[in-house]
Nanobody
Framework: QVQLVESGGGLVQAGGSLSLSCAAS????????MAWFRQAPGKEREFVAR????????NYADSVKGRFAISRDNAKNMAYLRMNGLKPEDTAVYYC????????????WGQGTQVTVSS
């Protein structure tokens, strides 16, 4: 059974930091690119960051570039999102997702974790 389970969300003041984790199981983790998306109330889900399955190449949404860092540990089947310099506009439910190889279609999604940034 495929599972992606996010953790690490919470309430933080503006300028603070949080680290999100995504535990993967039930599929060949090292063959999948991992990504983080977020969805704020009343808004569409948006891409945050992605890390490739092979060389660990990363890319970020412009809104988080320089503040967020995505990483992965293939030995532990884990993906991470380190978030620094948080802003109130970063408030959202954060989801991790997995896409096979270089594909842009995400086959698997987690249930999400809430991140709230107070001003």
């Amino acid at each position: 059974q495929v599972q992606l389970v996010e953790s690490g969300g919470g309430l933080v003041q503006a300028g603070g930091s949080l680290s999100l984790s995504c535990a993967a199981s039930g599929f060949s983790f090292r063959s999948y690119a991992m990504a983080w998306f977020r969805q704020a109330p009343g808004k569409e889900r948006e891409f945050v960051a992605r890390i490739s399955w092979n060389r660990g190449a990363t890319n970020y949404a412009d809104s988080v570039k320089g503040r967020f860092a995505i990483s992965r540990d293939n030995a532990k089947n884990m993906a991470y999102l380190r978030m620094n310099g948080l802003k109130p506009e970063d408030t959202a439910v954060y989801y991790c997702a997995a896409a096979l190889g270089d594909r842009r279609i995400y086959n698997y999604w987690g249930q999400g974790t809430q991140v709230t940034v107070s001003s």
